[in-house]
């Protein structure tokens, strides 16, 4: 029996498996297991307490149950001759052919969604595959009540990558807000120029932020915003449920991971269909099948609805922060991660009678959790 835990990533609050992997370290913690942070890349400002605390504690791992959880590179080599867990994701529908000798020497794997899971499955992944919704931490994104202020700003939250469909976004609000000059478009990236992948605009109601934000989360960025466009093919897509959990009324492709997320939302979030599929050919990666493209002239008649009706699109905020307070919000730091749970299947961990708090309304302990599993 041994009650620690190894986790490689990436630990810093400006991108999503960095933010996890965070969230993952300080629920597990407060469960009373041991846990090993291993950072392949560490900015300690912005980190919490909790964690820099845990960190302090860190030391080369040893022979506990190691997790990765990152996306598929050489980093994983050192640690794929030992038994581990991985966590990750991929966003079309062919996993890289590169990353299955690494995916198929894992115990098991941890991905965010339906459609992650069945895609592995699809892509030859043979060990167990585990859903494990990511998801966002209430303290950092909760409701947010929006003032009346004369025209429409519309966000788009992601790097400028072809996946994430940015030049779809602006063409589509170009078009619903031509002649507008109240409409303010912000499209907020990272990783400086690199992220921001040489876009430029000759619209001045059109903003571009590129830099890295060591606040934990960016919901300044949410507040100012009346409603939020995810037209991106995701794995999970966080911005998405940020956005709903903020009151932002959402206009979402409903496409690989995050048509996981439209299909469960229903009417509470502006679903908009691939108008299509595109080859995707990654560099250094290959082929990795298709992905949805969005649907543009659908991404413009969501908007002309919430530029007419925005009472409406207001309350239709309101109601999709609700259902992700209720029923699908999951701070990691507050609950102990879902992929801890079924983790006792697969390797033998010591996890203490400690309690841990609500669960689909029932306050419970650790070991009244698992056995429910």
């Not at 959402?250 to 679903?271: F, P």
């Not at 298709?290 to 007419?308: N, T």
């Not at 409406?312 to 609950?335: F, I, K, M, N």
Request: hydrophobic share 40%.
């Amino acid at each position: 029996m041994i009650d620690r835990v190894s986790l490689v990533g990436e630990y810093y609050v400006h991108d999503g498996y960095a933010g996890m992997s965070e969230y993952i370290a300080v629920g597990m913690a407060r469960l009373g297991v041991q846990v090993n942070p291993v950072p392949l890349k560490l900015t300690r400002e912005g980190l919490s307490a909790d964690f820099l605390d845990i960190l302090s504690r860190s030391r080369a791992p040893g022979g506990e149950p190691l997790i990765f959880n990152s996306w598929i590179r050489p980093a994983l080599e050192p640690y794929a001759q030992r038994e581990h867990f991985i966590h990750t994701m991929w966003e079309s529908s062919r996993v890289p052919a590169s990353w299955l000798p690494w995916l198929n020497r894992a115990k098991a794997l941890m991905v965010p969604t339906r459609f992650v899971a069945d895609m592995f499955r699809a892509s030859g992944v043979t060990p167990p595959v585990e859903v494990t919704p990511d998801g966002v931490d209430p303290d950092v994104y909760h409701y947010v009540e929006r003032p009346e202020r004369e025209g429409i700003t519309t966000l788009v939250v992601g790097t400028v990558v072809p996946r994430k469909h940015v030049g779809h976004a602006i063409r589509a609000w170009q078009s619903a807000f031509d002649g507008d000059p109240a409409a303010r478009l912000i499209i907020k990236a990272r990783f400086g120029a690199m992220g921001r992948g040489g876009l430029t605009v000759d619209d001045d109601r059109i903003t571009v932020v590129d830099g890295d934000e060591t606040t934990r989360g960016i919901l300044h960025w949410y507040e100012r915003a009346d409603v939020l466009l995810a037209l991106g093919s995701e794995g999970f897509g966080l911005p998405l449920v940020e956005g709903m959990a903020t009151g932002l009324p959402a206009i979402a492709l409903s496409s690989e991971g995050q048509g996981d997320v439209c299909a469960d939302a229903g009417d509470l979030v502006l679903a908009v269909p691939p108008a299509g599929w595109e080859d995707v050919v990654e560099p250094e990666l290959g082929r990795c099948g298709v992905r949805g493209v969005p649907d543009i002239d659908q991404v413009v008649r969501h908007l002309e609805w919430v530029k007419k009706h925005r009472s409406e699109a207001r309350d239709l905020g309101r109601a999709a922060s609700e259902w992700q307070r209720v029923g699908q919000t999951r701070s990691h730091a507050r609950r102990p991660p879902p992929s801890f749970f079924w983790m006792k299947s697969y390797a033998c961990i010591v996890m203490p009678p400690v309690l841990i708090g609500q669960s689909h309304g029932t306050c419970c302990t650790a070991s009244h959790w698992t056995q429910q599993q």
